[in-house]
């Protein structure tokens, strides 16, 4: 079952609605006791595993409620700016409800993965000499002035879906956690799991709300800055962005939860990118990354160790994991040593194999 059919009653759906799904959510959300471990004494770390979605990354979540709304709509074509995920996600979706799909992603600056997924999909790549930011521009202006469906996350019904992950988190726990870690980008994800958290509140399902943590990459980290980047830089691709669409939103989510907003280096996230692959067993994108980073600096800071210790419960903190290793696997091969290569005996593979 997708998210529209689990959380129907907490979405802008009818009877009327045709639902286009690709069984998304229900995504794993695992204790990672080697992060918690860094972390200190009395905490859980939990990951919320979205990379597991159809087509690699949380984007699918709120894909499915954006084009299904686009078909009730009468839409016949959707359009996104994507540093690669959305245009991944939106191509598989506008496949399935046999829509056009049409992608303006910036020339050289999507994971390898990413651009497959959009193109074995059936959907226009136009690739143009830009950033994201530029490409978000002249979507935006396409989908005002011709007959086609923004599916960024700018489009409301993207948040809307996203927010099941919110709902999902708080169902495995039986409550809401402590702190709720994730990168930050375009925004518009830290906008709806806040959004998810407050509802499920409201709606009793759950009693408390956690404190957002988001992270920016360093070299584009314009929220934290306080000031748009022109030329935002850093390897993870996924949130190299430097004017959120979404800013407003995602401060608000740090205001209301008392949480923050922090940027995080290339260095700390390729760490945690290792650190996850290889002690945890999860292989996730680089921008994923930087929410296990975030909480690995803050943790150092002693952000964590703070207040009424011994705590009789230990605290939750879930991190989310925003999308799959295998989306960007020339990263992966860029920060390890390149395997040996040894004459066909079994003797040199001993020898390599350290036995
Ligand atoms: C889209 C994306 C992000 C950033 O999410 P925003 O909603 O733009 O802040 C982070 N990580 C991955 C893998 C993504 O695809």
Known sequence: ????????????????????????????????????????PGYNVWLKCEGLNPTGSFKDRGMTVAVSKAVEEGSSAVACASTGNTSASAAAYAARAKIKCIVVIPEGAIALGKLA??????????????????????????????????VNSINPYRIEGQKTASFEICDHLGRAPEYHALPVGNAGNITAYWKGYKEYREKGRTHALPKMLGFQAAGAAPIVEGHVIEHPETL?????????????QAEEARDE???????????????????????????????????VAGILKKAKE????????????????????TGHGLKDPDRAIKCVEQPPVVEAKLEDVVREAGL
């Open 257 to 291: 939860s008392g949480g923050l907003i922090d940027k995080v280096t290339d260095d700390e996230i390729i760490e945690a990118y290792r650190l996850l692959a290889g002690e945890v067993g999860v292989f996730v994108e680089p921008a994923s990354a930087a929410s």
């Open 117 to 150: 997924q959009a193109l074995i999909h059936g959907a226009r790549v136009i690739a143009i000499r830009g950033n994201f930011d530029d490409a978000l521009g002249i979507a935006r202006e396409l989908t005002d002035k011709y007959p086609v469906k923004l």
């Open 236 to 248: 993870a691709t996924a949130i190299r962005i430097g004017n959120p669409a979404s800013w407003k």
């Open 1 to 40: 079952m997708g998210v529209i059919e689990r959380y129907r009653d907490l979405l802008p759906v009818s009877e009327k609605t045709p639902v286009i799904d690709l069984e998304e959510g229900s995504t794993p959300l695992i204790k990672a006791d080697p992060v918690a471990e860094m972390i200190g």
């Open 302 to 321: 002693g952000y964590f160790r703070s207040a009424d210790e011994p705590v009789p419960q230990k605290r939750d903190i879930v991190c989310v994991l």
